[in-house]
């Protein structure tokens, strides 16, 4: 019922950029939180940012923002180290509807890859 698609991901020079946007799409009434996680290989997934906090790997980096007209999340990823390559996914607590009811869940998007390397 509520779809996240993300985008922007791709390989990166270290010390370049890179912007992740996620879409959220479906009957939604509301979207109670947004944030990133990203998973490198071989280690558990990990929150890096979302409106209110950012892990201190990424910080001063790493910024989140949100455009609530088109529920809508960006992650603006600067300074690029080969160590933040990962997939990268979206997350979301939101109020949506059903044909019989109104939930609230925690969605995630496929995730999108984010390669730093020379």
């Known amino acids: 019922q509520v779809q996240l698609v993300e985008s922007g991901g791709g390989l990166v020079q270290p010390g370049g950029s890179l912007r992740l946007s996620c879409a959220a799409s479906?009957?939604?009434?509301?979207?109670?939180?947004m944030g990133w996680y990203r998973q490198a290989p071989g280690k558990q997934r990990e929150l890096v940012a979302d409106?209110?906090s950012v892990s201190d790997s990424v910080k001063g980096r790493f910024t989140v923002s949100r455009d609530n007209a088109n529920n809508t999340v960006y992650l603006q990823m600067t300074s690029l180290k080969p160590e933040d390559t990962a997939v990268y996914y979206c997350?979301?607590?939101?109020?949506?509807?059903?044909?019989?009811?109104?939930?609230?869940?925690?969605?995630w998007g496929q995730g999108t890859q984010v390669t730093v390397s020379s």
């Open positions: 997350n979301a607590d939101v109020t949506y509807a059903t044909d019989h009811e109104v939930k609230r869940d925690g969605v």
């Open positions: 479906g009957r939604i009434f509301s979207i109670n939180g």
């Open positions: 409106i209110h």
